[in-house]
């Protein structure tokens, strides 16, 4: 079966994180995905490494299942090209700094009047509006602006960046959420609209708790290492030969939990009673709980633990990507490289029983669906041709390794030049 989004056709303007994370989950539902790269693009300059069977694995992992077009976008005959296959598109997506669209005649206002049923989305550091509206952000940025970084790490020491990437992830998933949001809409009005996600404001979403915490109580929320600022036990505790996670723990089943752990007596200790009391006393609670789960194995604990409370173990990355349930619900996904190759990405977690939904195709070769897209704009064989030997349209070559690899300051100096191209010409 098709995925839920199939027949939906989005022209991706987007780049690095934020944006492409959003066409992605798309492109994952079924989606049509043309996304519109530099016409010196290359795998060395589509994303950072680690670079495996010569693709970046930064932008595999993100751009799979997309299509790849290879533009001069302030050429204007490639300008025209894009507006003669915007009345054919669903979706637009771009993640630049405001104002970068309109500059380059891409922007919703001039889009919309080709395609009054057209949702353009924009998912920039700030928004579209408000005083920060022009500055530029990237994922650290949105993660410590809005508060995020302040409340991760350990009691006492310095502010931590979590583990992966939510600055820009955030943006791309509110994004997504919200052009399905429109699309549901036009349904009803058959009219588009400006989806307008700043990443700043994405984190403060997920800050909900930390949020109504400070506004209720005034108490400004801070770094609990690996515990929950509310809840107790509700956290990570050593093991003999690893980590385990434990949550779940009521006031009634308090004393259980303890004589499980084998601390039959702190079960009625006044101390840690009640919820509140076990997180206000946790630096008197935290010696003996260390001192209890060191003595027995991850495994052992999982096993004892299982009727209590909720119980897993913290695994690394390497033992999560085996684990039998992550195996079960076939989350790491093995794709195809457009070098011959294949790479494992993490999969999408949308399971559909209709439609179903997932990672099917890897990331384009570069260029790979230029010439297919200049000819749903309605160009000719030779006139895609010509676009192609002035340099303002590219396809990629079959080898990454012939790819000749530009600096930025050298580009400069040849779109100064007038010398767009720097991949061969392939003739269609």
Not at 41 to 57: F, L
Not at 169 to 189: D, H
Not at 387 to 392: R, S, T
Request: hydrophobic residues 40%; charged residues 20%; proline residues 7%.
């Amino acid at each position: 079966m098709a995925g839920p989004l199939s027949g939906i056709k989005i022209l991706d303007f987007t780049w690095a994180l934020a944006g492409p994370y959003g066409t992605m989950i798309m492109a994952d539902l079924g989606a049509d995905v043309w996304k519109i790269e530099t016409v010196f693009q290359n795998e060395q300059r589509r994303g950072g490494g680690p670079y495996v069977h010569g693709v970046s694995t930064y932008f595999f992992s993100a751009n799979r299942g997309k299509k790849s077009v290879m533009l001069d976008l302030k050429s204007p005959e490639v300008k025209e090209a894009i507006y003669k296959i915007v009345p054919q598109v669903d979706i637009v997506n771009e993640n630049f700094q405001p104002g970068t669209m309109t500059k380059l005649g891409f922007d919703y206002e001039t889009l919309s009047k080709l395609n009054p049923r057209l949702i353009y989305a924009s998912t920039s550091g700030f928004g579209q509006t408000g005083p920060y509206s022009a500055r530029g952000a990237v994922d650290i940025i949105a993660q410590g602006m809005s508060g995020l970084m302040s409340t991760t790490g350990h009691v006492g020491g310095p502010p931590a960046r979590p583990g992966y990437s939510i600055g820009d992830m955030g943006g791309g998933i509110w994004t997504t959420v919200g052009v399905l949001a429109a699309l549901q809409e036009r349904n009803v009005s058959g009219k588009g609209q400006h989806v307008d996600v700043a990443m700043l404001d994405a984190q403060i979403t997920f800050l909900e708790n930390a949020v109504v915490r400070y506004t209720s109580t005034g108490d400004v929320p801070g770094p609990v290492g690996y515990r929950h600022p509310i809840g107790t036990p509700h956290q990570a505790v050593p093991a003999s030969d690893g980590w385990v996670v434990v949550a779940g723990v009521k006031d009634h089943t308090w004393p259980l939990f303890c004589a499980r752990i084998g601390l039959d007596e702190l079960g009625f200790d006044p101390r840690f009673e009640k919820a509140a009391d076990r997180t206000k006393n946790y630096e008197e609670l935290e010696p003996y709980l260390f001192e209890a789960f060191g003595k027995r194995t991850v495994d052992e604990w999982l096993e004892e633990l299982a009727e209590v409370c909720w119980v897993g173990p913290l695994n690394t990355i390497d033992k999560m990507v085996v684990d039998p349930q992550v195996q079960a619900r076939e989350m790491i996904r093995e794709l195809p490289t457009w070098t011959g190759e294949t790479l494992k990405v993490a999969n999408t977690p949308m399971k559909l029983s209709r439609t179903p939904a997932g990672a099917e195709h890897g990331a384009a070769k570069p260029g790979e669906h230029t010439v297919d897209f200049l000819k749903m704009a309605g160009l000719e064989e030779a006139e895609v041709q010509a676009l192609i030997d002035q340099g303002v349209a590219a396809m990629g070559p079959e080898d990454p390794e012939s790819v000749e690899t530009l600096s930025d300051e050298q580009i400069a100096q040849r779109v100064a030049a007038g010398v767009r191209r720097s991949l061969p010409a392939t003739k269609s």
